[in-house]
């Protein structure tokens, strides 16, 4: 063997060697709103790393089209949405999928009023204003979804975009808008939970996902088996979350800032009673829901086939058929 060959295979053993190149997930607002926090758990628990992917960090997404498409510009092609742009993403043409679930309802959110309000149940807010942080955000879909539930007509309660959450807190409290809707974390920060007055709780809304795994064609068609490997460590972060909450909670109180340690517990108590955090099996009325709150806020103007949007073969066989 001449010195250049083994030089050649000496340089080509070194790079199977090599670890693979560290990435990152994007999930959207990830400290600002408890869906993502499977993440957080399979990163601390090595949980990504005892199934062979290499992600090591959650890269926060602001959330709307802006997550889906930092998504599909990553390297690793796979994150955490919410599904409303990731269906307008489809629709449009963008090679991406739902490849899983990761939560199952909106149990992270109460709907709020300032303790003084006449507003008692959902039927006293026609003709109210309901302040949400942007046009066609989830916020906005949980509300159309929330009034035509109890009865009403979506325009029977004006939405008023704020910008963001807490503009949208700022509002209710000087009148600007009579009721919002706020994800846990932010209700219990500064303990807005003696501040407002909670009328509807997360078993009091309609049911619809806040949070869907998606991949990108490319990963998909190149990397089938890392995508199997990625749900698969991410569902062991689930079953661990459910198995043991009190370390759960000592993960996810360096994430969920600016919660304190006992506040955290109490909120992630509450989201595993109410089975917030799905394996990833893909649940059929949540996301009709979704449509039907795309159609409701003019974001799609027909139906659209749910089998089209998602690829449920990269699940473990015992999750793969949809509920």
């Known amino acids: ?86 269906i307008s993403a489809i629709k449009e043409g963008q090679d991406v999928k739902i490849v899983n679930f990761g939560t199952r309802s909106l149990a992270s959110n109460v709907v709020i009023v300032m303790p003084n309000s006449p507003i008692k149940t959902v039927q006293d807010l026609k003709g109210k204003k309901w302040g949400i942080s942007n046009p066609k955000s989830l916020g906005e879909m949980s509300a159309v979804l929330t009034v035509e ?59 619809m996902t806040p949070g869907i795994g998606i991949a990108t064609g490319d990963l998909i068609k190149k990397s089938p088996d890392k ?15 459910y198995a043991n909450p009190k370390e759960t909670g000592q993960i996810l109180a360096k994430v969920w800032a600016p919660l304190p340690p006992d506040k955290v517990q109490v909120l992630l108590d509450e989201l595993l009673d109410a089975q917030f955090y799905s394996e990833g099996a893909i649940e059929k009325e949540p996301l009709d829901n979704v449509v039907r709150a795309m159609k409701l806020t003019h974001m799609l103007d027909a139906d659209v086939d749910i089998k089209a949007l998602i690829d449920t073969s990269f699940l473990p066989a015992d999750l793969k058929a949809v509920k």
């Open 149 to 207: 539930k109890a009865g009403l007509k979506p325009e029977d309660v004006p939405r008023v975009a704020l910008g963001n959450l807490q503009g949208a807190l700022t509002a209710l409290e000087n009148g600007v808008v009579d009721v919002t809707s706020v994800p846990g974390i932010l209700f219990r920060s500064r303990d807005n939970d003696k501040k407002y007055r909670v009328i509807l709780k997360p078993k009091d809304l309609p049911r």
């Open 227 to 241: 995508l199997a490997r990625i749900i698969a460590a991410r569902r062991e972060a689930v079953q661990f979350m």
């Open 1 to 86: 063997m001449s010195r250049l060959t083994a030089i050649a295979l000496a340089t080509l053993l070194a790079a199977a060697m090599a670890p693979a190149q560290a990435e990152d997930v994007v999930v959207t607002q990830y400290k600002a709103d408890p869906s993502g926090a499977s993440f957080a758990v399979a990163i601390a628990k090595g949980l990504f790393k005892k199934h062979g992917v290499n992600i090591t960090d959650v890269i926060s997404g602001e959330g709307g089209g802006t997550s889906v498409r930092n998504v599909i510009a990553s390297e690793l092609g796979y994150g955490e949405t919410s599904p409303a742009p990731v």
